[in-house]
């Protein structure tokens, strides 16, 4: 079989890899991360030290492990206390845990980087904490973090590769059976790096779209 | 007497900012603060509205309760304090993410649950009166610092406070757009509106203020009517101050 021949007729298991595997882990792994990294930079945000100080030591574990290690940990690690996780849950919660204490850093600064007046004006007009956050701190923070944190969506999607170590069939564990049977190493991983760049162009469009949407607002 | 605030102490570590401020507002009337920075007068009126908390001293609004800082202060005290008033600062501190009507309705709509349609109502006729008709679908970004500020004056009157809190309005303003500002806070102390001023504008203290407090080194180091202030000061202190801003380059 000659290699183009092999190249258009891997293509498509390669894509229906990235479409079953690699996309929807990578959506439901950055959805649940965010929710639990804005929760994690409030904590951290918090004047309470005991609350500060879970977020603080959470953010280090993250940051200071492999996260092919979390991953291990919670697909091999756990099932000798007991726990036993599937797959595709296994490497939804590693890489959520993994997105929650990256995008936690990225939420503080952004929120941070929002004027001290724009408090003050939510004080003055008669607002709580939670309503300044939430109707005037957060959406300006929202622009700034727009950046970051599609860095840390881009990085995910080729993050998850590693999935294919805890069987997880997505693009990358495809790949590795195709070139196993063919044995044409070179050509299989070349074509799914491929792939990876074109959906992360395609991220990288939109994450321009958003920006310049987000943008309206905003003296150029 | 809508507000009386008696022997108001506050440090910042050791920087002893407030050393016993007296303060009394009449309502209808228009207090102004003078003085060189540093003297403490931006502490005082933040102090007004909970935005600093003193250390020491009280404060007593016109049929509330009378909040003694030497204890500690609750956060619904603070809250009660500040919603008797609304503030107009030196950076304006409108919101960027939403247009001019937007800002001037979030504080009614959102904390006073007014609802929309009078909101907008009030917000439009407040716009008009202040000449920004035209720019209520306008984002911050897109008007000159005149016209910012005067958004910043008519989203404070748009929460009908009992006290109004100038920051030094007009300090961060080019020179030209200065006037447009003072102008409009000048109406409203036509309007008889209870009024804290802070500013370094002497001219607009002297048309519009009753009373004027001179404040140096945390205290008030003279107060009375502007016209005895400025012609007649009886502070050396005072006369330095005023020469130093009336006369720089002599």
């Known amino acids: 079989m000659s290699g183009w021949q092999l190249f258009l007729d891997s293509f498509w298991p390669l894509v229906v890899g990235a479409v079953t595997g690699t996309i929807p882990l990578a959506l439901a792994s950055f959805a649940i991360g965010l929710v639990l990294a804005l929760g994690v930079a409030l904590l951290r945000l918090s004047k309470n030290r005991v609350l500060s100080g879970i977020a603080r030591f959470y953010i280090s574990v993250i940051r200071g492990t492999p996260l092919l290690v979390q991953l291990f940990v919670i697909f091999y690690g756990l099932p000798s206390l007991g726990l036993v996780i599937d797959p595709w849950p296994s490497a939804i919660i590693a890489f959520s845990l993994n997105v929650g204490g990256y995008g936690a850093e990225v939420i503080r600064a952004a929120i941070l980087s929002v004027p001290k007046g724009q408090w003050e004006a939510g004080y003055t007009i008669g607002m709580s904490n939670g309503m300044t956050l939430r109707r005037l701190i957060l959406p300006q923070a929202a622009r700034v973090s727009v950046p970051p944190l599609s860095n840390t969506f881009i990085s995910l999607v080729k993050d998850t590769s590693l999935a294919s170590l805890i069987l997880v069939t997505e693009l990358f564990r495809v790949a590795q059976e195709i070139a196993a049977f063919s044995q044409e190493f070179m050509l ?31 003296a150029t | 007497m809508l507000l009386t605030a008696r022997g108001i102490r506050k440090s910042f570590g050791d920087n002893e900012v407030l050393r016993s401020i007296d303060l009394e507002v009449r309502r209808g009337e228009v207090v102004v603060l003078i ?70 309705i979030e504080g009614p709509l959102r904390v006073q649950r007014v609802p929309k349609a009078q909101a907008i109502a009030e917000a439009s006729a407040l716009l008009d009166r202040v000449g920004l008709a035209e720019k209520r679908d306008a984002y911050p970004f897109e008007l000159s610092g005149g016209q910012q500020q005067r958004v910043g004056i008519v989203r404070a009157l748009a929460l009908k406070p009992q006290l109004l809190l100038f920051d030094e309005p007009t300090s961060a303003l080019d020179p030209e757009l200065v006037g447009e500002v003072l102008q409009v806070i000048k109406e409203l102390a036509d309007e008889r509106w209870t009024m804290v001023v802070v500013t370094h504008e002497l001219t607009f203290a002297r048309q519009a203020a009753d009373e004027v407090l001179f404040m140096d080194g945390g205290v008030v180091v003279e107060r009375g009517a502007p016209k005895q202030i400025f012609t007649n000061p009886t502070q050396e202190r005072t006369r330095r101050f005023l020469d130093r801003i009336l006369r720089p380059l002599d």
Request: with cysteine; hydrophobic share 45%; aromatic share 8%.
């Open chain 2, 35 to 104: 003085g060189p920075s540093g003297s403490g007068k931006t502490t005082v009126l933040r102090s007004l509205n909970g935005l600093e908390t003193p250390d020491g001293g009280t404060i007593e609004f016109a049929g509330g309760p009378m909040l003694d800082f030497a204890k500690p202060i609750s956060k619904a005290q603070r809250f009660a304090l500040r919603d008797r008033s609304a503030m107009v600062f030196q950076q304006h501190n409108l919101f960027p993410h939403m247009t001019v009507i937007e800002n001037v």
């Open chain 1, 188 to 218: 299989l991983y070349l074509e799914a790096a491929l792939i990876y760049w074109i959906i992360c162009i395609v991220l990288a469009g939109g994450q321009g779209m958003l920006e310049k949407r987000l943008d309206r607002y905003v």
